[in-house]
C-alpha cells in the first residue's frame, strides 16, 4: 500500500480495571472502506474514539497521510477531515434539522452586524439531505420529530457536510430501514469514487461483506486477524472474532414447538396509539413465540401495551388463564410479565448508574427489609448474575454506561431474570451485539424456554427468527397476518405475510 490516509501503529489503552487496546495497529487507504469487527469489549469503539480525538492513547502514533497527529479534542479532528459518526446519536433534538448540520459552523452574511445567513444554510442542507436519500423539506423540521432512521441519516448527511476525508461510521445501519440501509450503499459508493475513507463498524456481518474492501478483525484488545476483499466471508469473520468454528450458532431446538398452555393470551386488544383492530394471540408455556413484521408493523408498539406503557383501550390480557389488569409496568411486573426493550439504553438502564445498581433496582421488594436494603443480599445478587451471565466488568461498582454494548444488554436481562419471570419479552433481543455474545444470549433463551418461561421475541433479524423460534406470528399494519409453525417457517413465507400476502 502506497502512503495510507490513516494509520495507526501500536495503539494502546486502559481504563481502570481494563485493558482496552493492547498494540493495535491498521492502516486506511485513500477512497477504501475498511471494515472493524470484533466482539463487544474486542476494542473497536475505543480505537475509534482514538482516531476521532475522543480519547488520547496510553502508547502509540496515528498518522494521517504520512505525518504523525495527536487530536487533543474531536474538533480537532474533524477539522483535519477525521469526523466520526457515533452509534449514539449526538443530535440536538430541539433544533432543525439544517441547525444541526450548521451548528458550531454557521453560515453569516452582512458586514459589521453580522446575521446567519439561513438561505444559504437551508440550500446547503438540502443538497446534503439529497446524498442521503431525504427530501429538502426536512432542513426546517425539528430533529425530535424526525423517525430514528432519519436521525442517523441526517448525521451521516452532517458528516457529509465537512470537507471529510476518513469518516468513521459506528454501527450506522443499526436503525435504518432496508431502503434506507440501500441509499447508505450509494452514499458509501459516492464516499469512496471522491476519495474518502471509510471506517465501518458494524455486528451485521452480511453488510461487511457487501461494503468491505478489507476487513481487520480485533480480539480482546489486540489484532487477530486480516482480511481481503476475497477473504471476506461470515464463517472466517466469526472464526477470527470468537477464535473458534461457530457450528451451532443457534442452540439444537430439543422443544416439540407446541409449547405447554397459554401462560399469555391477548383477546382482542386494542391500545392507545395503536391500529383500530384488535389483536389475538398467545404465548405458551417453554416456547419461542417469534414475531416478525416491517417497520411500523406495531410489533413494540403491543409489546409496550402487555407491559404496562401503553393503555389499553379494548380486549383482554390472561395471564394462565385469568384475566390480569395492566395498567402500569409496575402492574405487569407483578404478574410476572417483563420486558426487555429494543433500546436499552434509553428504556432498560441507568446509564449514569453501576451495574449493581441496575441489576438490583427492579428487585428492591426483595432486597428490603424494615431496615433497609439487605447489602448481603444485594451483593449475591449482583455476583449471581454477573457470574452466569458473564458480564465483563471490573466490579458491580462500573458504570453500566461504560460497558459494551453486549455486556449492557447481560444486564438488562440479568435484573428480570432474578425475577423469575413467567413471560419474558424480547424485543431486538440482540439488537447491537456482537456474534459471540449473540451466541451467549440464544443459549440463554434456549435455557430460559426449556425451563417452561414464555418467551415472546420480537426481531427484525431474519437469522434470528428463522433460527429460535418455535411459532412465529407476522404482523402487517396493526394486524396479525398470519401464523407459522416452525415446519412452515422460512424467509418467503414470512415477507409473504409482512407485505399483506398470505403466507402460502
Known sequence: MPTPRLAVRGARKQFPGVLALDGVSLALAAGEV??????????????????AGVYTPDAGDVELDGAPVRFATPASAIAAGVVLIHQELNLAENLTVADNLFLGRELTRGGFLRALDRRAM???????????????????ERV???????KQLVEIARALGTDVRVLI??????????????????????????????LYISH?????????????????????GELAKSEITHDHMVRLMVGRDLKQFYPKVKRSG?????????????????????????????????????????????????????????????????????????????AGVLLVPEDRRLHGLVLAESVGFNLALPNLDRLTSLFGVRRRAEREL??????????KTPSAAQPVGLLSGGNQQKVVYGKWLARGPRVLILDEPTRGVDVGAKAEIYALIDE?????????????????????????????????AGELSRAALSEEAVMRLATGGTGT
Do not use: C
Open 34 to 51: 475498511l471494515a472493524v469487527v470484533g466482539e463487544n469489549g474486542a476494542g473497536k469503539s475505543t480505537l475509534m474514539k482514538i482516531v
Open 122 to 140: 437551508n440550500a446547503r442542507t438540502a443538497d446534503l439531505l439529497a446524498r442521503v436519500g431525504l427530501p429538502a423539506e426536512r432542513a426546517l
Open 144 to 150: 425530535e420529530r424526525l423517525p430514528p432512521g432519519e
Open 169 to 198: 461510521m459506528d454501527e450506522p445501519t443499526s436503525s435504518l430501514t432496508q431502503k434506507e440501509t440501500d441509499q447508505l450503499y450509494v452514499v458509501i459508493d459516492a464516499l469512496k469514487a471522491a476519495g474518502v475513507s471509510v
Open 204 to 224: 451485521r456481518l452480511a453488510e461487511v461483506k457487501r461494503v468491505a474492501d478489507r476487513v481487520v478483525v480485533l480480539r480482546d484488545g489486540r489484532n487477530a
Open 258 to 334: 407446541t409449547g405447554g398452555s397459554a401462560v399469555l393470551e391477548l383477546r382482542g386488544v386494542t391500545f392507545r396509539g395503536g391500529p383500530v383492530r384488535p389483536v389475538s394471540l398467545e404465548v405458551r408455556a417453554g416456547e419461542i413465540l417469534g414475531t416478525a413484521g416491517l417497520v411500523g408493523a406495531g410489533r413494540t408498539e403491543l409489546s409496550e401495551a402487555v407491559f404496562g406503557v401503553r393503555a389499553l383501550t379494548g380486549g383482554e390480557i390472561l395471564i394462565n388463564g385469568t384475566p390480569a389488569r395492566i395498567t402500569s409496568p409496575a402492574d405487569a411486573i407483578a
Open 382 to 391: 449482583h455476583a449471581t448474575w454477573i457470574d452466569r451471565l458473564r458480564v
Open 448 to 480: 430460559l424456554a426449556g425451563n417452561g418461561v414464555a418467551v415472546w421475541m420480537i426481531t427484525s433479524d431474519m437469522e434470528e427468527l428463522l433460527g429460535m423460534s418455535d411459532r412465529v406470528v407476522v404482523m402487517h399494519e396493526g394486524a396479525i
